[in-house]
């Protein structure tokens, strides 16, 4: 079972916000906390279809080739939320991929958030600074 975790995503510039449930991939390594979002996301953040000035045009390297997308640096808060807790706040860049249908956590922004992976396969995870085990969402 992959391992996912519910996040508050909040845009700086517009305040919107959403929640999802989003993959933990440390695959995706990055040496800035990076967060991958699908268009339909990137659209609830006010992100798209014009992801600004500051938004930066990239060739992203994936599992499946090299594609389009941008870079929004610095530009969401993102929070792990859980049934009995609220992890602390990280800034992120939006990495706004169109050919992914979910949101991915890169390895840089699943330590930033205090995510400490325990068992992969089974999708047993805990906070950093915690004892307590947490299943998949």
Do not use: C
């Not at 594609?67 to 792990?80: A, F, K």
């Amino acid at each position: 079972m992959p391992l996912r975790v519910k996040l508050l995503i909040k845009a700086k510039h517009s305040g919107r916000d959403v929640t999802v449930k989003a993959l933990v991939n440390t695959g995706f390594t990055t040496e800035s906390p990076d967060i991958a979002i699908p268009v339909s996301t990137a659209e609830q953040l006010n992100l798209w279809p014009k992801p600004g000035q500051e938004a930066i045009k990239v060739s992203l390297e994936t599992g499946g080739g090299t594609v389009e997308g941008y870079i929004v640096p610095q530009s969401l808060i993102v929070t792990v939320v859980t049934g009995d807790r609220r992890g602390e706040e990280v800034i992120a860049n939006a990495l706004i991929n169109p050919y992914i249908g979910e949101v991915l956590i890169s390895d840089s922004l699943a330590e930033e958030l205090g995510i400490q992976i325990l068992y992969p396969r089974r999708g047993i995870w805990k906070f950093v600074d915690e004892e307590k085990l947490r299943e998949s969402e």
